[in-house]
């Protein structure tokens, strides 16, 4: 299977539902950007060793996976089977109180794990800038933006987390 077919030389690229689109539409942005973000949670992933963490960002990744073809197709549908939902979020907030480490200052990353869950965290909340216009134009769920925004909590929570448990005199 070639992977260059150079039919994006121009400046278009054709989308999951089979349309072509400028490569700085909206949608390719947005999809661009959840890319980049799930490629920083891969990093944090392989810096783990807590495979209850490591399990969460994997559900995670499968959710937001099927986000990216939502977007790309305009709609739940062809290969989205398992959408984003209010219970996703619900799960989101039960994570965030259970690894919530009490922050009482601002927390500075010095572990690898911290540093990599904090740039997910970071690239979480561009993605969520992304999404803003598109969820102002009901151009998405508002579920999927409420999910976004608790999923860089749950990351900041995490971050901190680590860091307590790897650096516990952390500063």
């Not at 890319?35 to 490591?54: M, N, R």
């Not at 996976?65 to 290969?79: H, P, R, V, Y």
């Not at 965030?96 to 990353?109: A, G, L, Q, T």
Request: charged content about 35%; overall charge negative.
């Amino acid at each position: 299977m070639r992977v260059y077919t150079g039919n994006g030389d121009d400046g278009v690229t054709t989308g999951y539902d089979g349309e072509d689109y400028d490569k700085d539409a909206l949608s390719i942005e947005i999809v661009g950007v959840l890319d980049e973000f799930l490629a920083s949670t891969d990093e944090a992933i392989v810096s783990l060793d807590d495979q209850d963490k490591i399990d969460i960002l994997n559900d995670i990744q499968d959710l937001l996976w099927q986000t990216a073809g939502e977007i790309s197709l305009g709609d739940q549908g062809k290969n989205v089977d398992d959408a984003i939902q209010a219970e996703d979020i619900k799960d989101l907030e039960d994570y965030i109180d259970e690894y919530n480490p009490e922050i009482s200052h601002f927390v500075r990353y010095r572990t690898e794990t911290g540093v990599r869950l904090n740039r997910a965290r970071v690239e979480c909340r561009r993605l969520e800038r992304r999404l803003t216009p598109a969820m102002r134009d009901e151009d998405i769920r508002p579920v999927i933006y409420e999910y976004i925004n608790r999923l860089s909590d749950l990351l900041y929570v995490l971050a901190c987390s680590e860091e307590r448990r790897l650096r516990p005199q952390s500063d």
